[in-house]
Nanobody, 127 residues
Framework: QAHLVESGGDLVQPGGSLRLSCATS????????VGWFRQAPGKEREGVSC????????HYVDSVKGRFTISRDNANSTVYLEMSGLETEDTAVYYC????????????????????WGQGTQVTVSS
């Protein structure tokens, strides 16, 4: 069973919206943070957003603030990334990540080895 399973990626026009889902039910050990990374062709992987499982605090990279919203549904063990006002620069493969120890502030820096990665879901923003 995969630990993290993403879904929701699609082709959308600029200005459109998408909701990505990350099912975390495959992770049986306690985790401190669940987040999203993305990687566009020819670019480095980038931390996008993260939510703390301890206090529910949310974190975003500056380029998506005000457009993306991360949330969690504990009953369904799912984390969502609501994306609106999508731009062509948002085109990338989006990966769900989780860690058992690290806080979101460290997770998003992208310099630490994280415990869990999903397989990725493609988001394409194009007219």
């Amino acid at each position: 069973q995969a630990h993290l399973v993403e879904s929701g990626g699609d082709l959308v026009q600029p200005g459109g919206s998408l909701r990505l889902s990350c099912a975390t039910s495959g992770v049986t050990l306690p985790i401190t943070a669940v987040g999203w990374f993305r990687q566009a062709p020819g670019k480095e992987r980038e931390g996008v957003s993260c939510i703390s499982t301890r206090d529910g605090s949310t974190h975003y990279v500056d380029s998506v603030k005000g457009r993306f919203t991360i949330s969690r549904d504990n009953a369904n063990s799912t984390v969502y990334l609501e994306m609106s006002g999508l731009e062509t620069e948002d085109t990338a493969v989006y990966y769900c990540v989780a860690d058992q120890v690290l806080p979101c502030t460290v997770v998003l820096r992208g310099v630490a080895e994280l415990d869990y990665w999903g397989q990725g879901t493609q988001v394409t923003v194009s007219s």
